[in-house]
């Protein structure tokens, strides 16, 4: 049909008039009404959720699982199956009127808000909790079924021995994942459905490689942007059981246990990054070459190439693997990889490797195409915790190397720093015809890196490696039924062996001691920190135009109710146009403009305007009213705007001063600008109900202030930037996050006071959590807060102390945020409903069915006598007797004490099997519960002494104590300590009381022979004594016989204080004191000069309650008097850090 155009043209339509077919039809009778912008906003806010999901349960209903299940989970499956049938027909009966009502809308026959009511309906309605229930019966379902998979593989598997070199890491039958919703590959001995989840948490044992192959390939691509909208559903449902969206960014770390080893591949356009990945896969997988003949080959990027075959040379494209969005190979020239993208395989059970393909270097489309390249390759990479290893991919026999290798080189190594040096690896393709050499490109290698700005980039055999793909593309032609002859054959055989040893070489330089990882923490520098603030920009002006709203509104008395901000991260990057006409809309007493979302690829899918109209975003930026009224509030917002307005001003500085190193925009004063044209058009409603004229006022003041700023030519440190940005990048300065960065984070500890009202918003930040512990929680300031339930699937361990929170408030968080939490350390204090045994047993039963560690120590200050106090703490734990915690196995006791008037009263868990902490109580007067004796003291590993006079009566025994810690002193305390525990195996001594005696310290450390961390709350020396302490004998032989290397001191201690305790430790490594301001210098140069033998070994000085500007005095005396060269100094939370 193709070559007969005349003889079958496609078929034409025209648009005519409906007179011309029916004269009769009156032209009008036809009503249309359009949908207007708010109506489709209604539809995809409340519809279009709902119907995404059912897609989900409709693609369960149509795919093959249900038959592909074992029998013992076949009665599970059949009944979700009819389940879900019966939601999918109730679903059709309620759609049926909401398409006749836009229907006789349309008509001009039902009024708007009947239209909306019935779109509501649907979202109201039980049907959509239902959904959400079989969607995640669905997951849970097929998790079973993978972990029966897995079972039955294991037990028909038996390892057998490797005949190649055992230092070549194998690699389990799970080989290959792709990480973060890109794409997912797998390797198995079952027929292509038998796939293993991606998701799965447990990583496979470890099989012959005779037996690892992949059979199926499953390309997972990131959601598309209609799927954002469901997730918008969450402003309006606080009952949502969504699982977060994850982003097409890379994680920067997984299972606390694993070990990644991230490396970078940068090369030319067409150096084969792709096939190189594709070749290293099967270089790994198949013992040999007859093997992998006789195999399937693993494609985990889609190949495309041309090959002659044939005595006449015929050419031939071969195709293999499945069409990927991310891989064009329509356009010669052009990079075929289009975006980063990362695949991980495991080399062992807790080791595996994260290879990054990214975009070609030398794009036919031109230098703007590879600088784009190059920023996306750099933003993708901030987004990891470390890089392994830089890989340079290069062809032997280059007549010369492209300048732009030679740009993307240097540019890269400025983003990431000279310490870069150490991790740059060279890797050679297509080397087959070099005798697997670098050829001709190496001499002009060496030559380019002779010339490049960072000196010393090693270029040596260790860290040189050469394949040649052919071997690969040759096991692709052969499923292409190509034929080869026997030369042919034992040319690619011989290639396949020289390949495969360099690979093995290659993953022993990765996985070895010879390559340390190179972390971000290094990667300072002046691009760095350039692509950071970018990151920030419109976080920070959104947040500080957000706040000026909300001072405006409180200043003028008009309203309680405040604008928050509401970011919904996005499932992939989208834009918005700044061309395109946007939708007003009023929040309180201000005019908002809301942006559509487009999708841009080359060009835009949803617009007519170019690609340079558009602004990208990772998040989506949604608003909320809420009503709060407080001075506090407008204080704390004051403070937070002046906070935010001083780092902007400083970024613009700093802008300034690299304006001459970077060429690019200011997008600080771009984005300010675009905010004061949209602030303009706002006023010009001349409306006086609306503050946006206030608003605009001052975005021009703070734009006037930003180029004066500008204009001072003040020279800023880098390290003063990077501090600035650790002070903004704090949950509760920023109302949204910076980037999805935070999003990777599974442990989260807040070492310091937080408000219950904040921790919406903080724990919003880390949807990953898996360990959170928060070290001052207080309660009060918002009782009514309104909780968002966060689906913290991941979270199983917190850790809370809490303080005037009411448990109340308390079930609130544990409803809201902890019902997969599996162990529960919780200290509170004051609100006895925290040892009301009933409430705790329905809460646990109800919403924590996970527990299986529970933790509880709380603390009752009451005037009241003695004998009431122990009655009534006996009266409580009596109810903790029932059989719902004694099979558990959670016991409980107290203690009662008096300090003057007031009385404390201690309850805790005693835990025979799981608690590892134990307070012990010297002076009890057999107070103790019944469950006191059944606590199991070998699983204690820390104890913390307690009370005012040693008992000889005490005898149990801490066999396996490495931890003590002493909350009062007495100089009879420590007589028969031995008794108790073994003081020889102590590695952690923290003495928290104030008047702990020195003599008793050094008698005490005469045991702890192994201590290696010593803690003081006071040191407790008098002037006297310095001299006598000191030449007495037995501190000497102290001081050369304890092991302790890391000392804190919580006081400010004088130059004596320091000079006494580093004779004392000998070998000290860290150091974290306070210091007497007027001997600050003093002290310093005596622990920096290292005159004194006992501080040769000291790395680490941490200064507290230091002052701001003992920053600047450090500095200025370590380049005065050069007693450093390589070294890190930061000043944090009132602590200077020096490295």
């Given at each position: 049909m193709?070559?007969?155009?005349?003889?079958?043209?496609?078929?034409?339509?025209?648009?005519?008039?409906?007179?011309?077919?029916?004269a009769n039809c009156e032209h009008n009778a036809a009503i249309y009404v359009p949908l207007s912008p708010k109506n489709i906003m209604t539809i995809k806010q409340y519809l279009l959720p709902v119907w995404l999901k059912m897609t989900e349960l409709q693609a369960f209903i149509n795919s093959k699982t249900i038959k592909l299940c074992p029998k013992e989970l076949a009665s599970l499956f059949h009944e979700i199956y009819s389940d879900i049938k019966n939601i999918i027909k109730e679903f059709s009966d309620r759609i049926k009127p909401v398409n006749k009502s836009l229907l006789k809308f349309r008509k001009g026959k039902l009024h708007e808000e009947e239209m909306n009511n019935g779109l509501i309906e649907i979202v109201k309605s039980s049907l959509r909790e239902k959904i959400d229930f079989y969607l995640e019966q669905i997951r849970l379902l097929k998790e079973k079924l993978d972990n029966e998979k897995?079972?039955?593989?294991?037990?028909?598997?038996?390892?057998?021995?490797?005949?190649?070199?055992?230092?070549?890491?194998?690699?389990?039958?799970?080989?290959?994942?792709?990480?973060?919703?890109e794409q997912y590959l797998h390797t198995n001995n079952h027929n292509n459905n038998n796939m293993s989840t991606p998701h799965s948490n447990s990583t496979p044992p470890m099989t012959p490689r005779s037996q690892q192959r992949t059979d199926k390939i499953k390309s997972q691509e990131s959601p598309s942007k209609e799927k954002l909208d469901s997730s918008r559903e969450q402003i309006h449902s606080k009952n949502s059981t969504e699982t977060p969206l994850t982003t097409s960014r890379p994680v920067s770390s997984q299972s606390l246990n694993e070990k990644y080893i991230n490396v970078l591949l940068l090369g030319e356009s067409g150096v084969g990054k792709s096939t190189f990945i594709n070749a290293l896969i099967n270089y790994i997988t198949f013992e040999n070459f007859e093997e992998a003949c006789t195999s399937k080959p693993i494609v985990a990027i889609p190949v495309s190439f041309m090959m002659t075959v044939g005595d006449n040379f015929e050419e031939k494209i071969i195709h293999f693997g499945r069409k990927n969005s991310n891989e064009d190979h329509n356009h010669p020239g052009q990079s075929v990889t289009q975006?980063?993208?990362?695949?991980?395989?495991?080399?062992?059970?807790?080791?595996?490797?994260?290879?990054?393909?990214?975009?070609?270097?030398?794009?036919?489309?031109?230098?703007?195409?590879?600088?784009?390249?190059?920023?996306?390759?750099?933003s993708f990479i901030s987004n990891l915790s470390h890089l392994n290893a830089i890989c340079i991919l290069l062809k032997p026999n280059e007549a010369k190397l492209n300048i732009v290798v030679r740009s993307y080189f240097d540019r890269l190594l400025n983003f990431l720093g000279e310490a870069a040096r150490e991790n740059i690896v060279f890797c050679f393709t297509n080397t087959r015809s070099t005798f697997f050499s670098p050829g001709n490109t190496g001499p002009l290698l060496k030559k380019m890196?002779?010339?490049?700005?960072?000196?010393?980039?090693?270029?040596?055999?260790?860290?040189?490696?050469?394949?040649?793909?052919?071997?690969?593309r040759y096991l692709v032609a052969l499923t292409n039924q190509i034929e080869f002859d026997e030369y042919q054959k034992k040319e690619y055989q011989q290639s396949w062996t020289s390949s495969f040893k360099e690979s093995t070489r290659l993953?022993?330089?990765?996985?070895?001691?010879?390559?340390?990882p190179y972390s971000q923490i290094k990667w300072k520098s002046i691009e760095h920190a350039r692509l950071i603030i970018n990151q920030m920009i419109r976080p920070i002006l959104e947040t500080t135009r957000n706040l000026c709203r909300n001072i405006i509104q409180l200043e003028q008395h008009r309203t309680n109710q405040l604008i928050n901000l509401f970011p919904i991260v996005l499932p992939q990057p989208l834009t918005i146009c700044y061309k395109c006409e946007?939708?007003?809309?009023?929040?309180?007493?201000?005019?908002?403009?809301?942006?559509?979302?487009h999708t841009v690829l080359d060009s835009c899918k949803d617009c007519i305007h170019p690609r340079q109209d558009h602004v990208e975003l990772d998040y989506d930026l949604q608003y909320q009213i809420v009503h709060d009224r407080d001075r506090k509030t407008l204080e704390n917002m004051k403070f937070n705007f002046k906070q935010l307005k001083g780092a902007i001003l400083e970024f613009g500085e700093f802008y300034a001063n690299t304006r001459n190193i970077s060429n690019k925009k200011d997008e600080i004063l771009s984005t300010l600008n675009q905010m004061i044209i949209e602030e303009k058009q706002l006023s010009s409603t001349n409306d006086a109900t609306y503050l946006n004229q206030s608003l605009y006022k001052i975005l021009q003041d703070l734009r006037k202030q930003y180029k004066e700023a500008q204009e001072t030519f003040e020279l800023v440190e880098l390290s003063d930037i990077y501090q600035r940005i650790e002070e903004i990048k704090v949950p509760r300065l920023l109302a949204h996050p910076i980037s999805d960065k935070y999003s990777s984070i599974e442990t989260l500890i807040?070492?310091?006071?937080?408000?219950?009202?904040?921790?919406?918003?903080?724990?919003?930040?880390?949807?990953?959590?898996?360990?959170?512990?928060?070290?001052?929680?207080?309660?009060?300031r918002n009782k009514q807060l309104k909780i968002d339930s966060i689906n913290l699937i991941s979270l199983t361990y917190v850790n809370l102390k809490v303080q005037c929170l009411d448990f109340n408030q308390f079930e609130q968080l544990i409803i809201g945020y902890f019902q997969q939490v599996e162990s529960l350390y919780l200290s509170s204090r004051y609100d006895v409903d925290y040892l009301n045994a009933n409430r705790w047993q329905q809460l646990i039963l109800n919403h924590m069915k996970n527990l299986k560690i529970f933790d509880l120590y709380h603390i009752d200050l009451k005037r009241f006598d003695n004998n009431n106090s122990q009655e009534i703490y006996h009266d409580l734990i009596d109810n903790f007797v029932s059989p719902f915690w004694i099979k558990r196995q959670w016991f409980f006791t107290h203690h009662h004490k008096q300090q003057g008037n007031c009385h404390t009263g201690y309850f805790y868990s005693t835990n025979p099997y799981k608690r590892k902490d134990y307070t012990l109580y010297y002076g009890t007067d057999g107070n103790n519960c019944q469950h006191y004796q059944q606590t199991n003291f070998n699983k204690i590993n820390h104890v913390r002494v307690c009370g005012t006079q040693s008992k000889n009566s005490i005898i149990n025994y801490f066999p396996n104590v490495t931890e003590l810690t002493f909350d009062l002193s007495n100089d009879l305390i420590t007589i028969n300590l031995n008794r108790i525990f073994p003081l020889s195996k102590?590695?952690?001594?923290?003495?928290?009381?104030?008047?702990?005696?020195?003599?008793?310290?050094?008698?005490?450390?005469?045991?702890?022979?192994?201590?290696?961390?010593?803690?003081?709350?006071?040191?407790?020396?008098?002037?006297?004594?310095y001299e006598l302490i000191q030449q007495s004998e037995f501190f000497q032989m102290i001081s050369n016989k304890n092991m302790i290397k890391n000392l804190v001191i919580d006081e400010c201690c004088t130059l004596k204080n320091i000079q006494l305790f580093v004779d004392l430790c000998p070998r000290l490594q860290q150091l974290t004191s306070g210091m007497n301001r007027k001997e600050f210098l003093s002290i310093v140069r005596f622990l920096l000069s290292k005159n004194d033998k006992n501080i040769q070994n000291l790395s680490f000085l941490c200064i507290l309650h230091a002052p701001k500007v003992s920053l600047k005095e450090m500095k200025k005396f370590i380049k005065l008097e050069k007693v450093l060269e390589n070294y890190s100094i930061n000043h944090v939370d009132r602590k200077l850090y020096l490295w």
């Open positions: 193709s070559q007969l155009v005349d003889d079958h043209r496609p078929i034409q339509y025209f648009l005519r008039p409906i007179q011309c077919f029916f897995t079972k039955r593989l294991n037990q028909s598997t038996k390892p057998k021995a490797s005949p190649r070199s055992p230092r070549r890491p194998s690699t389990p039958s799970s080989l290959i994942s792709l990480a973060e919703s975006h980063c993208r990362s695949y991980i395989f495991a080399i062992s059970s807790q080791t595996k490797i994260r290879l990054i393909d990214t975009p070609g270097m030398g794009d036919t489309r031109g230098l703007t195409q590879d600088d784009m390249n190059l920023e996306h390759i750099i890196l002779e010339s490049c700005r960072i000196k010393n980039i090693l270029y040596k055999k260790a860290n040189t490696f050469c394949f040649d793909s052919e071997a690969f993953l022993e330089y990765l996985c070895g001691d010879q390559l340390e946007p939708v007003r809309k009023r929040y309180s007493e201000f005019l908002i403009l809301l942006h559509d979302l807040i070492n310091d006071h937080i408000w219950f009202d904040e921790i919406n918003d903080i724990l919003s930040y880390f949807p990953n959590l898996h360990r959170l512990s928060i070290d001052y929680l207080e309660g009060i102590l590695t952690k001594l923290v003495i928290e009381c104030y008047q702990f005696p020195f003599k008793q310290l050094i008698k005490l450390l005469y045991s702890t022979v192994n201590l290696n961390l010593l803690k003081l709350r006071r040191t407790s020396i008098k002037d006297t004594e």
